[in-house]
């Protein structure tokens, strides 16, 4: 029986290829691909920012070797910066309440 991290890694891989999957191109996201996942699994995220160009903000920032799509290396680090900024909110909400 897998763990809970298992299962965790899991679902992001299969989330990523879920999506990338879509344009004929396997493995990589398109612009558009990665609108549709974060509309579909990173909405209050999306929904959180007041930017309407954050998505194409985002595939910049992803997109570091610059060939239009984004691997799942590229991909993962989005998943990394969202899990730690994640976590730092819960840390100062255990900080108010008053639990460790």
Do not use: W
């Not at 989330?15 to 612009?31: E, Q």
């Not at 990173?42 to 984004?70: E, W, Y």
């Amino acid at each position: 029986m897998p763990s809970d991290l298992e299962t965790a890694m899991e679902s992001l891989i299969k989330v990523f290829h879920r999506y990338a999957s879509k344009d004929g191109r396997s493995g990589t996201l398109s612009r558009r691909e990665l609108r549709e996942l974060m509309e579909n699994e990173l909405s209050n995220f999306l929904r959180s920012q007041k930017d309407p160009a954050a998505v194409d903000k985002i595939m910049k920032d992803l997109d570091t070797n610059g060939d239009g799509q984004v691997d799942f290396e590229e991909f993962v680090s989005l998943v990394v910066g969202l899990s730690i900024a994640c976590e730092q909110c819960y840390q100062m909400h255990m900080k108010k309440t008053g639990k460790k």
